[in-house]
């Protein structure tokens, strides 16, 4: 399954976007598909992931702005960020936790 981010862009502090990551095949088939962003100058974190059975878990510092969603039917999942903060600036992915799979990353920029 290959993975395509999409949705990035620049907003000003306070504000909403929705980022999307779309699968290839069939994402009901993704048990585990996580979200990871890297700041400029920063390792790669964690932000949040969605659970083929539809749990998610979210870093604390998204916690309550953001929310992972998941459209089968579209064969993709989001990632609402909302509440957008200057240190959200970073280019975000979206993998495939089981194997591996990363996408190319789409760059959010939170600045006024």
């Known amino acids: 399954v290959q993975l395509v981010e999409s949705g990035g862009g620049l907003v000003r502090p306070g504000g909403s976007l929705r980022l999307s990551c779309v699968a290839s095949?069939?994402?009901?088939?993704?048990?585990?598909l996580g979200w990871y962003r890297q700041a400029p100058g920063k390792q790669r974190e964690w932000v949040g992931t969605?659970?083929?059975?539809?749990?998610?878990y979210y870093a604390d510092s998204v916690k309550g702005r953001f929310t992972i969603t998941r459209d089968v039917p579209k064969n993709t999942v989001y990632l609402q960020m909302n509440s957008l903060k200057p240190e959200d600036t970073a280019i975000y992915y979206c993998?495939?936790?089981?194997?591996?799979?990363w996408g190319q990353g789409t760059l959010v920029t939170v600045s006024s």
């Open positions: 969605f659970i083929r059975g539809g749990s998610t």
């Open positions: 095949g069939n994402i009901f088939r993704i048990n585990s």
């Open positions: 993998k495939d936790n089981d194997f591996n799979q």
